[in-house]
């Protein structure tokens, strides 16, 4: 069991920065691929970025060259740099924990975070 916790949401003017955090508490943070997704209102949850054991990152097209992840697997947290806001931004971000145990992929959610991008 991995219990994931997020910080660092708000409200934040169209072009400010937000950084995100999410500790991770239960279990081996460095075996878990981690990933921040995003759901709007009224949307399905997208993927926004994921970060695997070995560093490897990967971005949704739309947030691509504003937001940077990364993990501090000596403090078990990973974060999420938001910068250059944009209204769509708008939504609650959720930090996810991925490990895939052949056959199963076991996911773990955090109780998300509220990101608002408005003037």
């Known amino acids: 069991q991995v219990q994931l916790v997020e910080s660092g949401g708000g409200l934040v003017q169209p072009g400010g920065s937000l950084r995100l955090s999410c500790v991770a508490s239960?279990?081996?943070?460095?075996?878990?691929?981690m990933g921040w997704y995003r759901q709007a209102p009224g949307k399905q949850r997208e993927l926004v970025a994921v970060?695997?054991?070995?560093?490897?990152?990967d971005y949704a097209d739309s947030v691509k060259g504003r937001f940077t992840i990364s993990r501090d697997n000596a403090k078990n947290t990973v974060y999420l740099q938001m910068n250059s806001l944009k209204p769509e931004d708008t939504a609650v971000y959720y930090c996810?924990?991925?490990?895939?145990?052949?056959?199963?992929?076991?996911?773990?959610w955090g109780q998300g975070t509220q990101v608002t991008v408005s003037s």
């Open positions: 996810n924990a991925r490990r895939i145990v052949a056959p199963n992929i076991l996911d773990y």
């Open positions: 239960g279990s081996i943070f460095s075996i878990y691929a």
């Open positions: 970060i695997t054991t070995g560093g490897s990152t």
